[in-house]
């Protein structure tokens, strides 16, 4: 069993920026994937980032050139740098993991707010 907790949302104005953090615990593993997914009130949940085992990262285009997803081991954590923030990033951001072969993550954090005005 995987726990994930998350922080470092808040408000910012436009053109800010975030670093959101997911600290995770338990039955950790080092073959597990983790992404960063948002929803956003009244909208379907949608990916932000993925990075897998090897600490290849992957983006939606919403988030490239923006969002840098990262892991740090050591300290178990993941990270989502987020700059330029648009009001449409407004959203609650939630951080996953799961073995990478899975078709989609089985551990979720409880999310964390992000407001952009």
């Known amino acids: 069993h995987v726990q994930l907790v998350e922080s470092g949302g808040g408000s910012v104005q436009a053109g800010g920026s975030l670093k959101l953090s997911c600290e995770f615990s338990g039955n950790t593993n080092a073959d597990y994937c983790m992404g960063w997914y948002r929803q956003a009130p009244g909208k379907e949940e949608e990916g932000v980032a993925v990075?897998?085992?090897?600490?290849?990262?992957s983006y939606t285009e919403t988030a490239k050139g923006r969002f840098t997803i990262s892991k740090d081991r050591a300290k178990n954590t993941l990270y989502l740098q987020m700059n330029n923030l648009k009001p449409e990033d407004t959203a609650m951001y939630y951080c996953?993991?799961?073995?990478?072969?899975?078709?989609?993550?089985?551990?979720w954090g409880q999310g964390t707010q992000v407001t952009v005005s």
């Open positions: 990075v897998d085992s090897r600490g290849t990262a």
């Open positions: 996953a993991a799961d073995f990478c072969d899975r078709a989609d993550f089985g551990y």
